[in-house]
């Protein structure tokens, strides 16, 4: 199933801020992309306000700027707009956001929650260079603020 994530929500910034500031959304992105890569899936992030910077987007992941609409706007538009919104699952803290999701027949995920099928995830790597594996077990666990010795 396509994840959607709510992307300023997410990472705790406005849109202005992480304009100026890039780093805290290159390196959810980044996360995101190895997340998709593993499990052989396409993600789509959708950020408040626009970016003039758009060089470098990691693979796998449909990064959207939905100025001059909301993030929110954008997502619920982009709902109603498909044939199975039941196909969707939106990550987001947002409550009021996840709701009108669900009734657009998405379903909707917090964050926490996501991070725990993320763990799952971890717990089996699919690339054969286990040194490799474990370098990178360890920067999502730090990045998601997981305990890595529960993902082993």
Partial sequence: MP???????????????????RGTR???????SEYARA?????????????RDRSGQPPRVEVRYCAPLSAD???????RGRRSPAE???????RELGARCRCEGAASITWQQFTARLGSALKSPTRKEEKEES???????AYFGLDKNTLE
């Fill in 88 to 94: 969707i699952i939106v990550v987001t803290n947002d």
């Fill in 39 to 51: 499990r052989r899936t396409r993600v789509s992030v959708y950020f408040d306000g626009d970016d």
């Fill in 26 to 32: 290159r390196a959810f992105l980044s996360v995101l």
């Fill in 135 to 141: 370098v990178r077990l360890e920067e999502w666990a």
């Fill in 3 to 21: 994840y959607w994530f709510d992307g300023n929500n997410l990472i705790g910034q406005p849109a202005a801020v992480s304009a100026e500031e």
């Fill in 73 to 79: 706007e954008a997502m619920l538009r982009d709902l």
